[in-house]
């Protein structure tokens, strides 16, 4: 696996270009096991989480992501170095990856099922996802059916309960709106406007579903999509639930106040508020954004985190920003 | 936009797999005295034949699966049906692919309980008597046939006795298909002293041996963590515990099961995991605890594999005390294709004690070190365990190699870690170990 940048010694950089000439082998293509993870100068890597019928018969691929650093935020546009094939299937997919949070003893810090791509039932092949980060290109495969001459359904995923119960939350956009789950999610059904700097509020409801005793949900906020190197500002405008449980180490504290895609923020479900999303997000450049909200049933139930592939639920906002 | 589904999931999982899984459940406790068999007699008629030389081969290594009605995908029961999977049977034999027992023979310590692996002079008859032709022999030198256990009975019964208490996870409804499912009952044990544990074995239902993916047990006395009672995954027998050494059962506990299922086209209805345990009597205390604890490879941080590549993953730990390590078992899932177990003596000497090269998820061993070979570590020795990856097509069990692939609780995903039972020394239970062996040493030399 290729590491992107390093430093080597200036003398002996210089010395091995003499030796070998300028058109020296890339050394950045060597793999190194066990090498320590760097901070910067890795790649995104792109993954294929697995598929699920739908109602209508019609299948959804689940994608996500691993930013292979510890430190670096990498944005990619949307373009000839981050692309789906076939085309029809392009769009729906991240520019940008932040560097993920391990939730679960086996979650590492990879964002599974960022977003999905329905194909039709009776769709044959594979959608592919080609990511390139400074030059170095990898892509994976949605596909229906595993190639391995043993194992053929490894990445089936279900849509009914896991064994506590748990199934994918819901999110609606409307209040009168019926719930969306999954991990194509639901879009909210207005476009927003903001101008540079200022900061647009964001209302939505979303409910914890499971053949169990329901619980509250939490929120996630991520910048999904726009200008690269563009900083959207989360704010989440949600207030603490009465007697919540003190934030664990290294938890946000519960309450009003910026967000990070780290984040996991509590929704609340009494009182007047219950079962609300409020965030504002502010942003610091033109464009058109795409603000991704995962929703999930994390906390407090066994059966549901990112290493059982289960459950959460997206919603995403278009927003144009004008200067 | 997606709405609400409940399971109306028509895709067939292919059950291929489990074709292979299902030799998993019933293979062990019998295979365990291949070793003892011996190979051709040159004294007796030159020809190796089924009936005196391969049969009883059979009957000890591997019909405890291959006969009808068991899990094994086809029977080995009769000369007809060895002369109809006689070369298929020769190579995997040859290979160490049969019987399942995926531990390397010229590496580290060899003396193992509950040893699957066949002698060399075994394989050696079994390829010859096929590259020969494979001849009947005389009907009348076919070995009497076998008594072989119930597979729905626990293995260790044999050695042990019905276990002293059995305990059930709450029943539990496997899909036929989907995604894999995690089940973690907490049911009492029902005991209310405080016990020293013998043996301990893990039993999935018959039918469900092929879809238990792993089953961990651990003890919670008011709802508080109080330790590791086992830990089961496809194919493993169960655990022994040496004698002097306790692992601990609290008065009053609790089992909190950790289950992980993997649905492969059958609904499995109440299925149920039972764990059969036997106790020291009340008056044992142990001179010294014994742990079943999981040792992270990767320091617990992620690891990825790239599409068509391959993986190194390394752990280190030490101890505060000195220590006996009396069984290995690595586990992965279907990209773990090796793992060795090696100490570095606080000289600085580097010692392998296990190699594992040909590791699958079909066979979670447990490589339970034979008394007198168990490796003692001083404090300030080190464990190295790695553990080696193969995500290209030549990984038989990789279900796509053009994946990336990453941590991860399911069986697309993979895991790094190994399991080890590690009794807790001080410093003259050390001393004490190595001088009962030392002397037993002599006492079994030859006379001069």
């Keep these: ?323 | 936009m997606e709405m609400s589904m409940k399971s109306s999931v028509s895709r067939t999982v292919a059950v291929a797999f489990f074709a292979v899984t299902a030799t998993v459940g019933t293979g062990g406790a019998y295979a365990v005295t291949a070793q003892q068999t011996g190979g051709p007699n040159p004294d007796a008629s030159p020809a190796l034949t089924f009936t005196r030389d391969v049969a009883p081969i059979l009957q000890e290594n591997c019909q405890v699966c291959h006969q009808p009605g068991a899990i094994g995908p086809m029977s080995l029961m009769t000369y007809q049906d060895a002369r109809r999977y006689a070369r298929r049977m020769s190579r995997m034999v040859e290979q160490r692919d049969m019987p399942p027992y995926q531990y390397d023979t010229d590496v580290g310590v060899q003396h193992l309980k509950e040893d699957w692996r066949m002698s060399e002079e075994d394989i050696a008859t079994i390829t010859a008597w096929v590259a020969d032709g494979a001849p009947e022999g005389d009907p009348a030198d076919m070995p009497a046939p076998v008594e072989w256990p119930d597979p729905a009975e626990f293995r260790l019964a044999e050695q042990f006795g019905p276990p002293d208490v059995i305990v059930r996870s709450d029943p539990y409804d496997v899909p036929a298909v989907g995604q894999d499912r995690w089940w973690k009952p907490v049911v009492p044990v029902g005991v209310n002293t405080n016990r020293c544990i013998m043996a301990v074995e893990t039993k999935p239902s018959v039918v469900g041996r092929a879809v238990a993916h792993h089953a961990n047990s651990s003890f919670q006395v008011e709802g508080e963590s109080a330790g590791r009672l086992s830990e089961y995954a496809l194919g493993k027998i169960g655990e022994i515990v040496p004698d002097g050494a306790c692992r601990r059962l609290p008065a009053n506990a609790d089992v909190a099961f950790d289950v992980h299922y993997w649905p492969n086209g059958v609904d499995l209805e109440d299925d149920q995991i039972e764990v059969g345990i036997w106790l020291h009597p009340e008056e044992y205390e142990g001179e010294y605890d014994q742990t079943l604890t999981l040792y992270f490879l990767n320091g617990g941080r992620g690891y990825d594999i790239a599409p068509h590549g391959t993986l190194m993953t390394q752990g280190f730990h030490s101890f505060e005390t000195p220590v006996r390590i009396d069984s290995f078992q690595p586990h992965g899932h279907t990209r773990l294709v090796a793992m060795s177990l090696q100490v570095l003596r606080k000289n600085g000497r580097r010692e392998t004690v296990s190699m594992v090269s040909n590791w699958s998820a079909l066979w979670h061993h447990s490589h339970i070190y034979e008394d007198d070979v168990a490796p003692l570590l001083e404090v300030g020795d080190q464990l190295i365990v790695t553990g080696w990856y193969d995500n290209t097509e030549n990984n038989r069990y990789n279900p796509d190699p053009d994946q990336w692939v990453g941590i991860g609780d399911r069986t697309a995903d993979e895991m790094s870690h190994t399991w080890l039972a590690v009794t807790h020394l001080d410093e003259e239970g050390i001393e004490k170990i190595k001088a009962d062996r030392a002397a037993r040493l002599i006492s079994e030399q030859p006379d001069r």
């Design chain 1, 1 to 323: 696996m290729p590491r992107v940048e390093s430093t080597l010694s200036l003398t002996f950089a210089c010395v091995a270009m003499l030796a070998v000439g300028a058109d020296a082998q890339d050394w950045t293509q060597r793999e190194f096991p066990l090498a320590p993870s760097n901070a910067t100068g890795n790649f995104v890597a792109p993954y294929f989480d697995g598929f699920y019928p739908n109602e209508d018969g019609t299948y959804t691929l689940s994608f996500g992501f691993l930013n292979r650093n510890d430190a670096d935020l990498i944005e990619i546009a949307l373009g000839e170095d981050n692309f789906i094939e076939p085309a029809e299937y392009d769009g729906g997919q991240p520019s940008s990856f932040p560097v993920g949070r391990s939730i679960g003893v086996f979650g590492g810090p990879r964002e599974r099922g960022a977003f999905g791509v329905v194909v039709p039932a009776d769709f044959e092949g594979d959608v592919w996802w080609t990511v390139t980060t400074n030059g170095y290109t990898t892509r994976v495969p949605g596909r229906l059916e595993s190639p391995g001459p043993i194992i053929k359904g490894a990445y089936e995923l279900s849509t009914g309960a896991m064994a506590e119960g748990s199934l994918r939350p819901g999110i609606r956009f409307s209040e009168g709106a019926s719930y969306s789950w999954g991990v194509r999610g639901v879009e909210a059904p207005e476009e927003l406007t903001a101008s540079v700097g200022e900061a647009v509020e964001i209302r939505f409801w979303a409910v914890d579903r499971g053949e169990r005793e329901l619980g509250p949900v939490n929120m996630t906020l991520w910048k999904h999509q726009g200008p690269v190197g563009a900083d959207v500002a989360f704010a989440s405008l949600v207030e603490a639930q009465p007697g919540a449980s003190p934030p664990r180490s290294g938890e946000r504290p519960p309450g009003p106040g910026p967000v990070t895609s780290r984040d996991l923020v509590p929704l609340p479900i009494e009182g007047v508020n219950a079962n609300q999303g409020h965030f504002s997000a502010t942003f610091d450049s033109p464009g058109r954004y795409v603000i991704r909200i995962r929703i999930d049933n994390f906390t407090g139930h066994i059966d549901s985190t990112p290493g059982n592939q289960c459950c959460w639920s997206n919603g995403y906002v278009v927003v144009t920003v004008n200067e």
